[in-house]
């Protein structure tokens, strides 16, 4: 199946820094990825929807000025933490659809903010 | 698109079949229907798909009643690497279109 990476895997910051997350489809063009964040013991909540070459939809609720999307490829989309808090602090992961519809997600980035 | 209906949890011995069963009462003429799991802290992976005709492939089964109400993903010889969260979602098919999770259910293969 298409493989999914994402990078890094982990990251710890401290309060007030940005973080980036890069994610990327490696051996597929996704015109279209999506960014969801888990927190423990919770189910997948979508963020936002990244569209290559266009901007990000974000979902209700989901602050676009805070969580930075670019989608500057079809095998690349990054998210931006900006000013990151502790109750950012939550599993982070990607996913990118292919033309059979199927979507495929990368392994889940982990962030703490300290 | 539609809403599923899972169990929170569910049990299965090693080596049986795990019949998982979704409610999706409200699907559409077009809507799929989708499993994914999602084992502890990894990104969820792709099980199966079908619209109205029992599917297979090497993972699992997936079967759908007539009326399309309801489904059970069936692993037919359960292994202790199976115990995950698995997640039965309904959407219209198109590229590209986006996933909304419920709670899952959360099974547990044991010894």
């Known amino acids: 199946g298409a493989v999914v990476s994402q990078h890094p895997s982990r990251v710890i910051c401290k309060s007030g820094t940005s973080v980036k997350i890069e994610c990327r489809s490696l051996?597929?063009?996704?015109?279209?990825m999506f960014w969801y964040r888990q927190f423990p013991k919770q189910s997948l909540m979508l963020m936002a929807t990244?569209?290559?070459?266009?901007?990000?939809?974000?979902e209700q609720g989901v602050e676009k000025d805070k969580f930075l999307i670019n989608h500057a490829s079809l095998t690349l989309s990054t998210l931006t933490v900006t000013s990151a808090h502790p109750e950012d602090s939550s599993f982070y992961i990607c996913?990118?659809?292919?033309?059979?519809?199927?979507?495929?997600f990368g392994p889940g980035t982990r962030l703490t903010v300290l | 698109d539609a809403k599923t209906t899972q169990p929170t949890s569910m049990d299965c011995a090693e080596g049986r079949a795990a019949n998982l069963p979704c409610n999706h009462s409200?699907?559409?003429?077009?809507?799929?229907v989708y499993w994914y799991r999602q084992i502890h802290s990894q990104g969820p992976q792709y099980i199966i798909h079908?619209?109205?005709n029992n599917e297979t492939n090497e993972m699992a089964s997936l079967i759908i009643t007539e009326d399309r109400k309801s489904s059970t993903l069936i692993l037919p010889h359960a292994t202790l690497r199976d115990t995950a969260v698995y997640y039965c979602?309904?959407?219209?098919?198109?590229?590209?279109?986006?996933?909304?999770f419920g709670q899952g259910t959360e099974l547990s293969v044991k010894p």
């Open positions: 996913s990118a659809g292919q033309i059979t519809n199927e979507q495929f």
């Open positions: 051996d597929f063009q996704a015109t279209t």
């Open positions: 990244s569209n290559e070459g266009s901007k990000a939809t974000y």
């Open positions: 409200t699907i559409s003429g077009n809507e799929y």
């Open positions: 079908g619209l109205k």
């Open positions: 979602i309904v959407r219209v098919y198109n590229q590209g279109g986006k996933l909304i």
